[in-house]
């Protein structure tokens, strides 16, 4: 079946620590996302890739890191410049198109990965 | 600016009554607006979206949602409710693809299902 995985499912970090969210796909989108999720909040986009070796900061990028070495995989790294890291971390992938009116396709999300800062 | 408004921060409804969830956006452009259902610690679950054409868009589960250009509103429904549709609710509007998959979310509404 394909899909994104998240892992771990739950994580825990001392403050002043960095910690490294995985983020795996095998639909063989192009494009991958990270978004943090606070209570009472929608979505905000952190990072994004469009292609390989290729990321853009998002809205909220300060205190975050990303890679993009391989198509599959989008690993986010959390630093302890984040001032407030604990929250619910999702990424998402997606094919890219010039022109959304000739893709039906969005974003499609993992379960999502909570981080807690002790 | 571009922005996505939840009025019902959350809502309650009785097993079996119709459910209506508001959602109004604020953007300059056609825009490309979508549903999404998120449960309790997992991730989002696209429901519907619209791109163009009839503004009645039918989802998965039962939902439906129309498109309203005078209200800038993008409504959904469901005629009779389920104990399993507990979740949240996102309404989200794309504003294209420059800078990536560019998609602003509102802040989610919590409906709650009473037997």
């Known amino acids: 079946d394909g899909g994104i995985t998240q892992s771990p499912k739950y994580l825990f970090r001392k403050e002043g620590q960095n910690v490294t969210l995985s983020c795996e796909q095998n639909?063989?989108?192009?494009?991958m996302y990270w978004y943090r999720q606070d209570p009472g909040q929608g979505l905000r986009l952190i990072y994004y890739?469009?292609?390989?070796?290729?990321?853009q900061k998002g809205d909220i990028a300060e205190g975050y890191s990303v890679s993009r070495e391989k198509k599959e995989s989008f690993p986010l790294t959390v630093t302890s410049a984040q001032k407030n890291p604990t929250a619910f971390y999702l990424c998402?992938?997606?094919?890219?198109?010039?022109?959304?009116?000739?893709?039906?396709?969005?974003?499609?999300f993992g379960p999502g990965t909570r981080l807690t800062v002790l | 600016a571009q922005s996505v408004t939840q009025p019902d921060i959350h809502i309650t409804v009785s097993e079996g009554a119709s459910l209506e969830l508001r959602c109004n956006y604020s953007?300059?452009?056609?825009?490309?607006l979508f549903w999404y259902v998120q449960s309790p610690g997992q991730g989002l679950q696209l429901l519907l979206k619209?791109?163009?054409?009839?503004?009645l868009v039918q989802g998965i589960k039962g939902f439906e949602a129309e498109f309203k250009r005078s209200q800038s509103s993008f409504n959904l429904r469901k005629p009779s409710v389920h104990w399993s549709d507990a979740a949240e609710y996102f309404c989200?509007?794309?504003?294209?693809?420059?800078?990536?998959?560019?998609?602003?979310f509102g802040a989610g509404t919590r409906l709650f299902v009473k037997a």
């Open positions: 953007y300059g452009a056609t825009p490309y």
């Open positions: 890739s469009q292609i390989v070796n290729d990321f």
């Open positions: 989200a509007v794309f504003l294209g693809y420059t800078g990536g998959f560019k998609t602003i």
């Open positions: 619209y791109f163009s054409g009839d503004t």
């Open positions: 639909l063989n989108h192009d494009a």
């Open positions: 998402a992938s997606s094919p890219f198109k010039e022109d959304p009116l000739l893709s039906t396709d969005t974003q499609y």
